[in-house]
């Protein structure tokens, strides 16, 4: 899985490790966890468009970059969805061509761009650097920097599950990230541990998350935008400051649609009552080619737990490099000071 649900429980999971290995950064994600959720996922994702118009009803339908022949709504006739940008209409498949390495470094550069691409063993130095900025540029206010955060979350999360890079080990009904199993992973991660046994609402995180502002450090992280700070020194290839108007058309975008994608996505993955037990929609079945009871014994089998337990931890050893390149992030107060107890304790008399 890899869309907002699994993005959002990746980071999650992430930060909770992070509190675990006792890194100040944590209580900068708790303190604006909205961003940081919205940091992972938007601040990677900016093909969250919609892909198509139902020209039956006028309405939005389907998501950025996968492809769609008919409308979800009425079975009929969809055009091409177009967003105006200051450089003229761009589909979410040239948004995704444009950008989409920019945000993600590691990998899904188009092909004239590749020499721009961070290799893994940078990264670190690429997401402290970044850090850094968020500091100097874009502080003091700490929000930015939860947005980063959650960026980071992304780039390792992203990578980790599409085998950019190893780390973890899955192997669910036909591989680690498949058409076939995403479904499940999405089933299981919303329900069993999201709600079950992380009493997560979803509803609310996703609102939540679609009501934070852009954050203009997306813009410089992205390198569209002018060369500056420690990023630029550091990385002082790929900058395109000319991109920084369409970006910024994108970005709102991304915020505007996010909404709507968000209770897309909800719908999807509701379950309903059979005497068998809940069951998941038809077309979530159509695809698995399992029920809900079979999908809960096939993640069971291949330990899906362990997996994104893997997930959680990769992330806070990301999070430990960065901090380790940074001094403004190690240095972040280590506690939120003394508990009511103690206040009390000292005070009350
Ligand atoms: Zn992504």
């Known amino acids: 899985m890899s869309g907002i649900v699994g993005h959002s429980f990746y980071a999650v999971l992430g930060l909770k490790a992070a509190v675990e290995r006792q890194l100040p950064l944590a209580a900068v994600a708790h303190r604006h966890?909205?961003?940081?959720?919205?940091?992972?996922?938007?601040?990677?994702?900016?093909?969250?468009?919609?892909?198509?118009?139902?020209?039956?009803?006028?309405?939005?339908?389907?998501?950025?970059?996968?492809?769609?022949?008919?409308?979800?709504i009425t079975g009929g006739p969809v055009r091409q969805y177009r967003l105006v940008t200051p450089e003229g209409p761009l589909t979410a498949y040239q948004v995704h061509e444009r950008f989409y390495g920019r945000s993600h470094l590691v990998f899904g550069w188009k092909k004239g761009d590749a020499a721009l691409r961070v290799p893994w063993d940078h990264l670190p130095d690429y997401f402290a650097a970044a850090i850094e900025d968020a500091f100097a540029l874009f502080g003091p206010g700490e929000r930015p920097l939860a947005y980063a955060l959650g960026w980071i979350v992304h780039v390792v999360s992203d990578s980790l599950i599409k085998s950019v890079q190893p780390g973890v080990d899955l192997q669910l009904l036909d591989g680690k990230y498949t058409t076939r199993n995403r479904p499940v992973q999405d089933l299981v991660t919303f329900h069993e541990l999201g709600v079950k046994e992380f009493h997560l609402r979803w509803a609310a995180l996703f609102e939540d998350l679609a009501d934070t502002p852009v954050e203009p450090l997306q813009l410089h992280y992205m390198r569209a935008a002018e060369p500056r700070g420690a990023l630029a020194r550091l990385f002082p290839d790929g900058w395109q400051p000319a991109a920084?108007?369409?970006?910024?058309?994108?970005?709102?975008?991304?915020?505007?649609?996010?909404?709507?994608?968000?209770?897309?996505?909800?719908?999807?993955?509701?379950?309903?009552?059979?005497?068998?037990?809940?069951?998941?929609?038809?077309?979530?079945?159509?695809?698995?080619?399992?029920?809900?009871?079979?999908?809960?014994?096939?993640?069971?089998?291949?330990?899906?737990?362990?997996?994104?337990?893997?997930?959680?931890?990769?992330?806070?050893?990301?999070?430990?490099?960065?901090?380790h390149r940074c001094a403004p992030l190690a240095g972040l107060p280590a506690s939120d000071g003394p508990a009511w107890n103690e206040i009390s304790q000292r005070w009350k008399g």
């Not at 940091?39 to 139902?54: F, K, N, R, S, T």
């Not at 020209?55 to 939005?60: F, K, P, Q, S, V």
């Not at 389907?62 to 022949?69: A, C, D, M, S």
């Not at 909404?259 to 719908?267: M, P, T």
């Open 33 to 72: 966890f909205a961003s940081y959720a919205a940091g992972a996922y938007l601040g990677c994702d900016i093909q969250v468009m919609p892909e198509a118009i139902c020209l039956d009803t006028g309405r939005e339908v389907g998501f950025g970059t996968v492809p769609l022949e008919k409308s979800p």
């Open 244 to 323: 920084e108007p369409t970006l910024r058309a994108v970005l709102a975008e991304n915020r505007r649609y996010v909404r709507q994608h968000a209770h897309d996505v909800l719908a999807s993955l509701q379950l309903h009552d059979t005497p068998a037990g809940p069951e998941c929609t038809p077309e979530l079945r159509e695809i698995t080619g399992l029920t809900y009871a079979e999908m809960l014994e096939a993640a069971r089998t291949a330990n899906f737990r362990h997996a994104l337990w893997q997930m959680g931890d990769q992330i806070a050893e990301m999070f430990a490099a960065v901090a």
